[in-house]
């Protein structure tokens, strides 16, 4: 049971780096990707090509992606999201289904629906004993990475003259344009950040279970339950949503492996009925919050 | 000597329906001018369109002799147009201090910084590290100015400063303008206070329906001038 619970603990670390970028991309531009998902997948057959095909490390093929993400990132919003951006939540979430749909189709057709791996060595199996339980290398170092992504992003929105920028365009874009600032610039950057982060997400996944070209759904319901549980637009709020979910899942497979998945949408539905603006939400379910 | 703000057979478009039209007008670099107007008559549409943030159906807005036609809003703060917003429009979850940051993007040299500012506005001086959404309706307005000075503009536009505030502290923001002046910045007020506006400003000009019901030098027109222009009860007469 214990054991069930810190699984289930470092499992919320990785739907914490899905759910950073969906977060994000809500609390600033009030758009909720639904191929973001897809993009994780994207990156981790990415990941693939340059391992497999290039030879390179598997460290050395997430170094590469992240970038690259990023930049997709940044070209996909100023190209075709930023003509959804509006009033209505409809355009943009017809606009992300349609490129989920796409992204899905373009995966199979290269790379057939295969299940697929990334190596990670010998770390898969190296664990370290932890109070008489075993702990695995791989999946610690999975929950320290998304805990420096979201610490590393939390201090980038306070601290920086970009993240400043980038809050108050949140606030108000009509005004940051009053003050030089180029809205769609900025939710060019959101999204860049955004991509690139569930990049790594897609990677470390990657590394932890296989995956084909239609994952990415699963992944983006896995993201939305931890941005939902934890507060939606909280950055932290999605490792608090994140953890939660690992722990009803690790804990509903303890019981009956069978159930697993059903014990965190139960947690997820639970949360909503009983608390809908999230563990961390304030008042109004509003602002990303440093 | 040509001046800052130049417009010219002015009109803009909500869709259909005709929000201003024929809107001739000229500020000479360090002047105040005060538009007045009830609501609706075009005052916040006309700073919006020397903004960018509505572009005109015909016309020609020109700062310092250069058509503004192709600069987007998010670049004519580089040139030198700052705008304070009607209702404030401050960014509500970040401090004054980082308003007053996002203010100074543009990177324009001048007189403001911080340091100037907090000695000019010891009101924000003193409310620097709170959120925006916790302030007072005259501390926000304060902060909204302090915050437009930070570009260190040639131009300000003023859009309603004094609403929904007391007259203390309307009178309050009124004595900040000689400050922003004596820096040799310009100053647009749109104004339902006609008043105080009389009181600060070098010309006038009132809008009736979209369209221009009076401009003058605000030494030569009266409260009596204003109200009927305001209203519509005289015919527009051009008074310059």
Request: hydrophobic letters at 50%.
């Given at each position: 049971m214990i054991d069930a619970i810190v699984q289930g603990i470092l499992t919320g670390g990785l739907y914490a780096l899905f759910a950073a970028g969906l977060s994000l991309m809500f609390g600033v531009m009030r758009l909720v990707n639904l191929a973001h998902g897809d993009i994780a997948v994207l990156a981790g057959f990415g990941a693939v090509i340059f391992v497999q095909s290039a030879g390179v490390s598997p460290l050395l093929a997430l170094l590469l992606v992240v970038p690259l993400a990023a930049v997709l990132g940044y070209a996909v919003q100023r190209g075709l999201l930023t003509r959804t951006v509006g009033p209505s939540p409809l355009p943009s979430l017809l606009v992300t289904f349609g490129l989920s749909v796409v992204l899905q189709n373009v995966l199979l057709l290269a790379f057939s629906a295969d299940q697929r791996r990334l190596p990670s060595g010998s770390f898969t199996q190296q664990s370290v004993p932890v109070l008489g339980l075993s702990i695995g290398l791989l999946p610690l170092a999975i929950f320290a990475t998304a805990v420096a992504v979201l610490g590393g992003l939390s201090l980038f929105l306070a601290r920086t003259s970009t993240g400043r920028v980038i809050r108050a365009t949140r606030d108000d874009p009509e005004a940051a344009r009053l003050m030089g600032v180029n809205p769609r610039h900025v939710y060019g950057i959101a999204a860049a950040i955004a991509f690139g982060s569930v990049a790594v997400a897609g990677f470390a996944y990657g590394t932890t279970t296989s995956f084909t070209p239609t994952s990415g759904p699963v992944l983006l319901l896995f993201a939305f339950e931890a941005?939902?549980?934890?507060?939606?637009?909280?950055?932290?709020?999605?490792?608090?949503?994140?953890?939660?979910?690992?722990?009803?899942?690790?804990?509903?497979?303890?019981?009956?492996?069978?159930?697993?998945?059903?014990?965190?949408?139960?947690?997820?539905?639970?949360?909503?009925?009983?608390?809908?603006?999230?563990?961390?939400?304030?008042?109004?379910?509003?602002?990303?919050?440093? | 000597m040509t001046p800052l703000l130049s417009v010219a057979g002015l009109?803009?478009?909500?869709?259909?329906?005709?929000?201003?039209?024929?809107?001739?007008?000229?500020?000479?670099?360090?002047?105040?001018?005060?538009?007045?107007?009830?609501?609706?008559?075009g005052k916040s549409t006309l700073l919006k369109a020397i903004t960018g943030l509505l572009p005109p159906a015909a016309g020609r807005i020109s700062?310092?002799?250069?058509?503004?036609?192709?600069?987007?809003?998010?670049?004519?703060?580089?040139?030198?147009?700052?705008?304070?917003?009607?209702?404030?429009?401050?960014?509500?979850?970040?401090?004054?201090?980082?308003?007053?940051?996002?203010?100074?993007?543009?990177?324009?040299?001048?007189?403001?910084?911080?340091?100037?500012?907090?000695?000019?506005?010891?009101?924000?001086?003193?409310?620097?590290?709170?959120?925006?959404?916790?302030?007072?309706?005259?501390?926000?307005?304060?902060?909204?100015?302090?915050?437009a000075l930070m570009s260190n503009p040639r131009l300000v536009l003023l859009d309603e400063v004094s609403?929904?505030?007391?007259?203390?502290?309307?009178?309050?923001?009124?004595?900040?303008?000689?400050?922003?002046?004596?820096?040799?910045?310009?100053?647009?007020?749109?104004?339902?206070?006609?008043r105080q506006a009389l009181a600060v400003a070098d010309h006038v000009h009132c809008l009736l329906g979209g369209r221009t019901a009076l401009r003058a030098p605000a030494a030569g027109v009266t409260v009596a001038d204003i109200a009927a222009a305001y209203f519509g009860t005289a015919a527009g007469q051009d008074a310059a």
């Open positions: 941005v939902i549980i934890g507060g939606l637009g909280r950055l932290w709020g999605t490792l608090v949503g994140g953890v939660l979910l690992g722990v009803a899942q690790n804990v509903g497979a303890y019981i009956d492996p069978a159930q697993q998945i059903l014990a965190g949408h139960l947690v997820f539905l639970l949360v909503l009925a009983v608390r809908p603006q999230g563990i961390l939400g304030g008042r109004a379910p509003a602002a990303v919050t440093a | 009109e803009v478009r909500y869709g259909d329906l005709v929000a201003l039209s024929g809107i001739d007008l000229e500020v000479r670099e360090g002047q105040i001018l005060a538009v007045l107007g009830a609501n609706g008559a700062f310092d002799a250069a058509d503004l036609a192709r600069v987007p809003a998010h670049r004519r703060v580089a040139a030198g147009i700052a705008m304070v917003p009607e209702g404030r429009r401050l960014f509500a979850s970040l401090t004054v201090e980082e308003n007053l940051r996002v203010g100074a993007r543009a990177g324009r040299p001048g007189p403001w910084a911080l340091p100037s500012i907090y000695g000019a506005f010891p009101l924000v001086a003193g409310i620097r590290t709170r959120r925006a959404a916790d302030l007072s309706g005259g501390e926000q307005q304060a902060t909204a100015i302090a915050r609403l929904g505030l007391a007259p203390v502290v309307v009178k309050q923001l009124y004595a900040t303008l000689p400050q922003i002046t004596a820096a040799g910045t310009t100053v647009v007020v749109v104004e339902q206070d006609v």
